[in-house]
């Protein structure tokens, strides 16, 4: 299974503004620095809870579907029901968009899935690497709508990168401050089996 970002999002979940006022920076001379570090943060974070804090497009790219029309797992939540789609390469290659009336997508448990509908099966595909692409989108919506200890947890890896421009630190004794994977530990998922 591939995992391809289609539309990336379209701002991050803490402004420019927060994370200066977190780190009490009043100059304008690391700003670019602070965007760059407040998107890695973030990036780190949605990788440690296989979620996305702002709405943005992804598609799972699979070689072929799944036997007897089991599910297919979506490996980062949360997912929007609206603007789901199923396509595929048809066995003359053609790509085709599964009509929606076809399959549903189950939003209930810790990972959605994608299935046909009771007693369906998947469409014949063409022999082929990435014959199958299942494209939703997945966030919470824009900034406003991100947890606000989420957003928390971002302003701490924030600040320790703005701090320590370094991954070896000589000299001094050094600990981790455990506080951001805490924070994150409630929105974290079990791996996709």
Known sequence: MGLKLITPPALLPVTLADAKAHLRVTHNADDTYIAAIIAAASRAAELETSRRWITQRWAVVLDAFPAKGA???LPIQPVSPAGAAVKYQDSAGAEQTWSNA???????GAFSRVAPLSGGS????????GAVAIEFDAGYGDALAVP???KAAILLMTGTLYEQRASVITGTIVSEIPAAARLLWPYRLLTVS
Do not use: K
């Open 102 to 108: 076809n399959w549903v997508l189950d939003t209930t």
């Open 71 to 73: 599910a297919i797992e």
């Open 148 to 150: 606000a200890d989420v």
């Open 122 to 129: 998947w469409p014949a595909t063409q022999d082929r690497i």
